[in-house]
Structures are given as structure tokens and as C-alpha cells.
């Protein structure tokens, strides 16, 4: 379950103009989700055929027409109260389909600014006034619609369920129209994915159908959608010829926002194609400025500010790549005061960020500081709206969002190191590790989405309060180099290193290939490279202030690879210091574990089930933690969800520990711990655990000694890495892949052994059981000790 909404926001990556959860997966499909622009244009026509004049409807048409028209002017906010007091008054006169009607109309204003948990409350509620009105045309009208919310919200498979439901009653009503609209949307859960063939075929059907009935704004809507498809695919040719049809029809849509926003899709979708017709570039680049230049003008004569404020801002992002930078940052300038006329947040950062990337251009870097530091804030004001996911398995939110903040923390830093005066420099390096952290904390907002994951972010511990022989390490990856910003127990300290974060990436993928065959030392150059790179240049200031313990934030490739296996040539990593790492310092709340009254559950699957392999070594794991522990074990037919759940309500306990499959993948949908009868949700793992926030100690540590991360995949490591703050668990221990070896039993047991001891923290007892691992011929390779890592609270 999703725990927050999201404002609309537009994000250009590789020419997309869409709500961020849709960018990356297919180009222009709509600036808002498109059903609901041609419901509106049905609705209009509907009210046009009953000849209703403003003075002959009742109240409650009144209202329905005075939200279409909002609505056609781009005024979604308007739109909302015509169409809530719509709804009020038609249920108030218990007229079913009607009051279903104004309630899908109201989503469909939520839904244009992004507001997807408010849509589907209208909606849900729409579609139990339409079965109640048996009104066929309200119920498939009602399944399409909610359809086209879950392609934003995901999962797929829920929006396929919604939207051939409602096609199915629409084609059974022989009603062309409705068809015509859930085949576009159809259409749209094809692009999304990557079914691009079905999804012309579906654009194409659609806009047939709309042409019969006379619908030149959903003929357009489709017409671009199945040229973005083609672009997809690589059918750039046809996808030429589809846009320049479209450009056609939409002159002879009359100016208002469905016209306006069409012909910003279509300017963009030209820009797109530049790459793959090279012959055609001045000339894609010449209708993409016809496009979003009349797109402006249309939207500025209906007075909608909000769309006005993305045609001005494309078109200055096509100035910045023609490098033509003072126009560039005229037309940007327009889209901020624009956005700002509408209070626009969701569009404003984009701008204010296009402007500090101008300003930088331009040379004036105090000024496109402060640029960049309104982007931020204009982000943070919106932070719980994020979450609706910018990720997507083709564009991560490191890749969309994170560009704001860390070329924020790129300046900053260059702009400490142009200081002379050594006093002026610290409050750059602290501001640039805010920044870092601020981005941090929005990256698992997205990951988990769910706006209640950072909410102990106003508990930012200063950990030179908290541990004297501890370290906080940043690597922050810029194009141009690697800086390591270190929290050392005196101050932040900054470290240049001339490496670019592309190098890095590759290397660090090298490294973790190779790392776990078990059977070779190819990992050992990698390893020395990335010692040399991100702990050479610290080992002074190490050694000069007595450091034991070293805390990473990784970002990128980094989160996919055991910084413990990091080799100096003569030792590893870990041979010198407890390592353990945290997806952001401020989400941490570093304290020592209680060991009074200390009660342990331990779980596991040691069968094949559900498709994946026997553990034959978690009886074993199991066995000697009860004998440690005097631990409360559920095993295999024990150990099921609804057992797991009542456990955890009835008892109290300090540690849980988890011997079972568990994957996680680059969206948190393909996350799951495994028991024996269900594949258990970090949603519902953290409803389970989340009931010790409301005692008085909190689950001071998860374990879970059989999970699985994809190499490379940056996002399922966030994911773990993020998984003890979602769970609500204080630290987390977990795998990075899985060992399925004896090695496992004798970690585990030797970690709690000494974590039994009080002056004994969970990283350095990670790091003797990992030691003793390494003094074992048997064990000694990376590949069976490294995985495992300690995760936030490493005290």
C-alpha cells in the first residue's frame, strides 16, 4: 500500500515531458495522464447536446460545467471544488450515475496534478455508484479510468486488470467512445511495458474509433502516443510521419489546455528524434520550436499559467543545448514567474534548476548557487508528493532527481576550494553534506515510496556525541572526479580524488562479478584499486585520530559491493576496521544494543517452496542459535505469515532473526522475505514489526542471513540497505548475496557470541566473526565473509 500522493511533476529525461513515474519508460505520452483529458471532452459535448445554458441547468449541472471549463483552461484546482460540490449535490439527490460521473470528473483533476491517492478514493467510490446504478457506460468508464491511475502507481498487472475489464463492458455497450478511450490507455500500459507493437496497435484502434465519433482531441492524444511508441521501438521513420500527422490535426483543435499540452508533446517528441535522423536534425529542431513556442502562446491566451510555465522552460532547455544561454535563461526566467503565478512547486524546481544550470554556464557561480539552493528547497517542499516514483526499472531517481543535488554539492565544493581562507570553507562542506543527505532521504521516500520512511530525519545525531573512534565516509560521484567528504571526530575534512565516477562504476562492477567466484583471486586487483581510490588517501587522518570504525554512505555502484573486501595489498578492510554501512546518517540513531532482558526470534525455511531451492544448512543456523540464545524458533511449516504476525504482536522481542530466501530487487514491488507459505512485502514486514515502535524498546536488530541482491543493481541494494529503516528496526544485518554454506552457521553464531558481550558494538562484532571467517583456509575468500553487512545503527 502506498502511503502518499504526488503532485504532478514534468521531468525531461531524454526528451519524456510526464508524470516522473512514466518517464524513462516511454517519451510524451501525455503531460497529465490523457484519459481524463478526453472524459472532458465527452462531458463537454454531453452537456452541448442537452442544450443546457447556465441558467436552465440545476445546481449541481452548473457545477459539472463549470468544472469542464476550468478543467479545458488548465484550472485543475477550480475544477476540484466545481466537481466535489457536483458530487455533494447529486448524491445528496440520490442520482447514481450522475453523482459517479462528477466523482470520476474529480479524479480526473487529482489525477492532473498528480494527486493519485485522492484519485482513486473518487474513484473507487465512482465505481460503487455506477454498479449501484447499474449504468453500464459509468462502470466501464469507472474500470478504465482507475486503470489508467495504477499504470502511474503500478502494479502493471492490477492497471491490465482495470483497463480490460472496462474495455470489455465498453465494447458490450457498443460504445465507441469509451472503447477509443481505454484503448489509448491500454495502449499506454503497452509502452510501459515495452510492448511496443500492441501498443500502436492499440493507439491506432483508438484513434480510428475516435475519429468515427468525432473526437479530433483524443485522434491527436493517440496519434502521439503511437509516434513516441514507434520512437521506442526504433520505428523513428514512422514515428515522423506520425507527428507530422498530428501536428496536422491538432490545428484544428480549438486553443485551450488539451491544445496546448499536445503541442508540447509533440515539440518534444521532434527533439527526441534528432539522434536517429541526423539529415532531418535542423529541421526536427525548427518544428520543435514551431511547437513549443505556439504552445506558449496558446496557454498564455487561455491564462494557464501551469502549462505556459513548461512550454517557456522546454524551450529554454532547447536554447541551453543550442548554447545559446542568454535566451536560454530568458525563456527560463519567464517559466519560473509562471510557475510561481500558479504556485507550481512541482514545475518550479525545474526551472529553478535549468536557471543554475545557465547561471554556471554563464560563469556566475555564487549566483547559480543560489539558484540551485532554491531548487532544493522548492523539492523539499514537495517531498512527500516524490514518492509516487521518479524510479523505474530504465531511469533511477539518482538519474532523474539526484542531478539537482549533487551538482548543488559540485559547486559547493568547488566553490570551498577556490577559498583561501581555510574559516570560510566548513559551512560549504556541511551544506554539501546536507545536501547529500536531503537527497538521501528523498531517494528512500522513492524507493519505498512511502512519505513516512524518513521520519526520523529531525533526529540528527552529531556523531561526535556518539562515537569518538568512528568515521562517516561520503563518496560523492561526480563526472569529473570522486570527493570523500569525511565526518572525522574534529570536523568534516574533504578529499579530492582524480577519478570519474564513470571509472569508478566500472570498476566496482568488475569487482563484485568476480567476487563471488569463490574459486579465484580475480577480485584482488579490483580490490586494490578501490582501496587505493577510497581509503588510501584517509589512512593519516585514520590513524591519527585512533579510528576503529568505519561508516560508509555509499551512493550508485558503490551500495553493490562489501567495502570490507577492500584490499591494501597486504590485509582487507575489515582486518583493520569494523565496517558497516547506512543509506543516510541523519536516519540513523546510533546506541548501544540493550543486552538486559534480551528475547530473540529466530525463523527459517530449510524445504523447497514456492519455487526456490532447500537451505539445508539453516536447520543447523537455527538450531545453535536457540542453543546460544534461548531464542523462540519457528521453522518451515511453522514458520508462516500469519504465525510470524502474531508472534511478533504477542511478544516482545529485541532481535529477529530471519534464515530464508529473501530478494530485493530495483523496485520495492519485487522485494519480499520468503516463509514458507508467502513471498512477505516490506510493506506488510514493516506493519508486523512496526507494532515495537508503540513499545518501549524498538527491535533493536533484523537479521537476515539468506537475501539476494542483483550485481550491479544499484536500486535493490538501496533497498536493502534501506530495508531496517522501512522495517522500523534500529540495525539490520543482511547479505548482499546468497552464501548457502556452512560459512553462514559459523558467522552467525560467532556474531551473536559477541554480541553477547556489552562492550562488544554490532560492527565490531560483525568484524571478529568475519576475522575468524578469514582465518579459516576453507572461508578465507571474500566470497563467504563479505556479504554480510551491518546496515544504520552500528553500535
Known amino acids: 500500500m502506498r502511503q502518499n500522493c504526488a503532485a504532478v511533476k514534468f521531468f525531461q529525461f531524454d526528451g519524456c515531458h510526464l508524470p516522473p513515474r512514466l518517464c524513462g519508460r516511454f517519451l510524451t505520452l501525455a503531460i497529465f495522464l490523457n484519459c481524463f483529458i478526453n472524459i472532458s471532452f465527452l462531458f463537454a459535448r454531453q452537456l452541448s447536446a442537452a442544450s443546457l445554458s447556465a441558467s436552465e441547468a440545476a445546481p449541481a449541472e452548473q457545477h459539472m460545467e ?29 442520482k447514481l450515475s450522475q453523482t459517479s460521473n462528477a466523482l470520476i ?104 474509433l475516435a475519429k468515427v465519433r468525432n473526437d479530433p482531441t483524443l485522434v491527436t492524444r493517440a496519434m502521439i502516443n503511437a509516434a513516441t511508441a514507434s520512437i521506442q521501438n526504433k520505428q523513428v521513420k514512422e514515428a515522423k510521419a506520425l507527428l507530422d500527422g498530428a501536428s496536422e490535426q491538432i490545428q484544428t483543435l480549438e486553443p485551450i489546455y488539451d491544445k496546448a499540452s499536445g503541442l508540447i508533446n509533440i515539440g518534444l517528441a521532434y527533439l527526441s528524434l534528432r539522434s536517429s535522423l541526423p539529415d532531418l536534425k535542423d529541421s526536427l529542431l525548427l518544428l520543435a520550436h514551431r511547437n513549443l513556442s505556439e504552445a506558449g502562446t496558446v496557454a498564455d491566451s487561455i491564462g494557464d499559467r501551469r502549462t505556459a510555465s513548461y512550454a517557456w522552460g522546454h524551450l529554454g532547455k532547447l536554447y541551453e543545448e543550442e548554447q545559446r544561454y542568454q535566451e536560454a535563461l530568458q525563456l527560463t526566467r519567464r517559466a519560473t514567474f509562471a510557475a510561481q503565478q500558479v504556485n507550481a512547486p512541482e514545475s518550479l524546481y525545474r526551472w529553478e534548476w535549468q536557471t543554475g544550470r545557465l547561471l554556471t554556464k554563464l560563469g556566475t557561480v555564487d549566483d547559480a548557487i543560489g539558484a ?34 549533487f551538482e548543488l554539492v559540485d559547486l559547493l565544493l568547488q566553490r570551498a576550494s577556490s577559498l583561501k581562507d581555510s574559516s570560510l570553507v566548513g559551512p560549504y562542506l556541511i551544506e554539501a553534506r ?40 561520503y563518496p560523492i560521484l561526480l563526472p569529473d572526479r570522486i570527493e570523500l567528504l569525511v565526518s572525522l571526530p574534529n570536523g568534516l575534512k574533504r578529499i579530492l580524488v582524480p577519478v570519474g565516477a564513470e571509472a569508478l562504476t566500472q570498476e566496482v562492477r568488475q569487482f563484485r562479478r568476480r567476487l563471488e567466484k569463490r574459486t579465484t583471486r580475480e577480485y584482488l586487483p579490483h580490490a586494490q584499486k578501490l582501496y587505493d581510490w577510497l581509503i588510501r588517501p584517509l589512512e593519516a587522518d585514520l590513524a591519527a585520530s585512533h579510528i576503529d570504525t568505519l561508516v560508509f554512505v555509499p551512493d550508485g555502484a558503490l551500495r553493490t559491493i562489501p567495502m570490507a573486501a577492500l584490499y591494501d595489498g597486504k590485509q582487507f578492510l575489515v582486518a583493520k576496521y569494523a565496517v558497516a554501512i547506512t543509506p543516510s546518517l541523519s536516519l540513523t540513531d546510533p546506541r548501544p544494543i540493550k543486552r538486559d532482558g534480551m528475547k530473540v526470534l529466530t525463523v527459517g525455511v530449510t524445504e523447497a517452496v514456492q519455487g526456490f531451492p532447500a537451505l539445508p544448512n539453516v536447520s543447523a543456523e537455527l538450531q545453535e542459535l536457540q542453543t546460544l540464545l534461548g531464542s523462540t524458533t519457528l521453522v518451515d511449516r511453522e514458520f508462516l505469515a500469519a504465525n510470524l504476525e502474531k508472534k511478533l504482536k504477542e511478544e516482545q522481542f529485541s532481535i529477529v532473526h530471519v534464515a530464508s530466501h529473501g530478494e530485493f530487487g530495483n523496485d520495492v514491488d519485487n522485494t519480499f522475505l520468503l516463509t514458507y507459505d508467502a513471498k512477505v512485502s516490506l510493506d506488510r514486514l514493516n506493519q508486523m514489526i512496526g507494532v515495537f515502535r508503540f513499545r ?75 576475522l575468524k571467517l578469514i582465518d579459516n583456509p576453507r572461508y578465507e575468500h571474500p566470497g563467504f565473509w563479505s556479504p554480510f553487512l551491518m546496515i544504520n545503527n552500528w553500535l
Open 696 to 770: 518501549d524498546d524498538p527491535l533493536e536488530l533484523l537479521t537476515l542471513s539468506a537475501c539476494d541482491t542483483a550485481a550491479g543493481d544499484d536500486r535493490a541494494a538501496l533497498g536493502l540497505a534501506g530495508m531496517a529503516i522501512k522495517a522500523g528496526a534500529r540495525s539490520a544485518l543482511a547479505t548482499l548475496w546468497n552464501i548457502n554454506d556452512e560459512a553462514t552457521v559459523d558467522l552467525v553464531v560467532d556474531f551473536y557470541r559477541e554480541l553477547k558481550d556489552p562492550s562488544t558494538s554490532r560492527s565490531v562484532a560483525l568484524q571478529r566473526a568475519q
Open 434 to 473: 546536507e545536501s547529500v543527505e536531503l537527497f538521501k532521504a528523498a531517494e528512500l521516500r522513492d524507493y519505498f515510496r512511502d512519505d513516512c520512511v524518513d521520519t526520523a530525519l529531525s533526529k540528527i545525531t552529531q556523531l561526535e556525541t556518539v562515537a569518538k573512534t568512528a568515521v562517516v565516509i
Open 66 to 94: 463549470r468544472g469542464v471549463s476550468s478543467f479545458r483552461r488548465g484550472d485543475f484546482e477550480q475544477a476540484i471544488l466545481s466537481w466535489t460540490e457536483a458530487a455533494r449535490l447529486y448524491e445528496a439527490e440520490q
Open 372 to 405: 540551485y539552493r532554491r531548487a532544493v528547497r522548492t523539492l523539499q517542499s514537495i517531498r512527500p508528493e516524490l514518492s509516487v516514483g521518479y524510479g523505474t526499472p530504465q531511469t533511477s531517481f539518482r538519474e532523474t532527481i539526484g542531478p539537482v543535488y
Open 105 to 208: 470528473r474529480l479524479a480526473q483533476a487529482y489525477q492532473s496534478l498528480g494527486q493519485y491517492r485522492d484519485a482513486l478514493k473518487n474513484l473507487e467510490s465512482a465505481l460503487a455508484f455506477a454498479k449501484n446504478s447499474r449504468d453500464g457506460a459509468q462502470l466501464a468508464l469507472a474500470l478504465g479510468t482507475i486503470g489508467d491511475v495504477y499504470i502511474a502507481i503500478g502494479p502493471a498487472e492490477t492497471a491490465d486488470k482495470y483497463l480490460n475489464e472496462g474495455l470489455r463492458a465498453a465494447k458490450e455497450l457498443n460504445n465507441e467512445s469509451l472503447s477509443a478511450i481505454i484503448l489509448n490507455n491500454l495502449g499506454n500500459l503497452f509502452t510501459a511495458q515495452k510492448k511496443y507493437p500492441e501498443a500502436v496497435a492499440a493507439y491506432t484502434e483508438s484513434a480510428t
